[in-house]
């Protein structure tokens, strides 16, 4: 059984602020990793995907992946209000369940102004 | 692009009653489809893969034959929840995975979901 873990939080940061989210993976084959969120009440909404060691950036959202330490991480700069959501991990299974996608409890972050 | 819809977004019905949801990928096709189910405070948590032309795989303690899934195209695939009951109240979410991916492009988008409040 993959198991993908996050810190739970709640994580509360004001405006402007880096929010710091992190998750861990115990499949050390895995190769692709996602960030979702999700607003209360709404599905899922994918907004990073990071597939090889190191950063990558999206606007204000940087993904950090160093699989030797089986590590993920996504970086919210210039935190928003409406950036205030349920951030799902998710790690992609491999072999027979490639596309199956493994989730972390989630983080809860709220963004004060 | 990558757009998948949900049909119904919300469904109340009574008990005992069958309910079906819809899972469309708009934009692309998708060879394989997930279900999901939400409760309230929860994580997502996986029901079944559904495979277009083929009989879905189940989760662990998923009843099949209460969660009927049917993936008969590449845009659509449905699921039927049999003889409905108060406790299968919940958020049913889709997602939909487009084909010719290898490990390093994977991606997979979710509908927006359909809450179902069984009576």
């Known amino acids: 059984q993959k198991e993908v873990e996050q810190n739970s939080g709640p994580l509360s940061v004001p405006e402007g602020a880096i929010a710091s989210l992190n998750c861990t993976y115990s499949?050390?084959?895995?190769?692709?990793f996602f960030w979702y969120r999700q607003y209360s009440g709404k599905s899922p909404e994918l907004i990073m995907s990071?597939?090889?060691?190191g950063d990558k950036e999206d606007g204000r959202f940087t993904a950090q992946l160093n699989k030797a330490s089986q590590y993920v991480s996504l970086l919210i700069r210039d935190s928003q209000p409406s950036d205030s959501a349920t951030y799902l991990c998710?790690?992609?299974?491999?072999?027979?369940?490639?596309?199956?996608?493994?989730f972390g409890r989630g983080t809860q972050l709220t963004v004060w102004p | 692009g990558a757009v998948v819809s949900q049909h119904p977004s919300w469904v109340i019905c009574k008990s005992g009653t069958s309910v079906k949801i819809e899972c469309r990928s708009l934009?692309?096709?998708?060879?394989?489809m997930f279900w999901y189910r939400q409760f309230p405070k929860q994580s997502l948590m996986l029901m079944a893969t559904?495979?277009?032309?083929?009989?879905?795989?189940?989760e662990q303690g998923v009843e099949k034959d209460k969660f009927l899934i049917n993936h008969a195209s590449l845009t659509l695939s449905t699921l039927t929840v049999t003889s409905a009951h108060p406790e299968d109240s919940s958020f049913y979410i889709c997602?939909?995975?487009?084909?010719?991916?290898?490990?390093?492009?994977?991606?997979?988008?979710f509908g927006p979901g359909t809450r179902l409040t069984v009576l």
């Open positions: 997602s939909a995975r487009p084909p010719l991916v290898t490990a390093s492009t994977d991606t997979q988008y």
């Open positions: 998710a790690v992609n299974g491999r072999g027979s369940t490639l596309g199956r996608l493994y």
């Open positions: 559904s495979n277009e032309g083929s009989k879905a795989t189940y």
């Open positions: 934009d692309f096709q998708a060879t394989t």
């Open positions: 990071i597939y090889s060691n």
């Open positions: 499949d050390r084959g895995s190769q692709s």
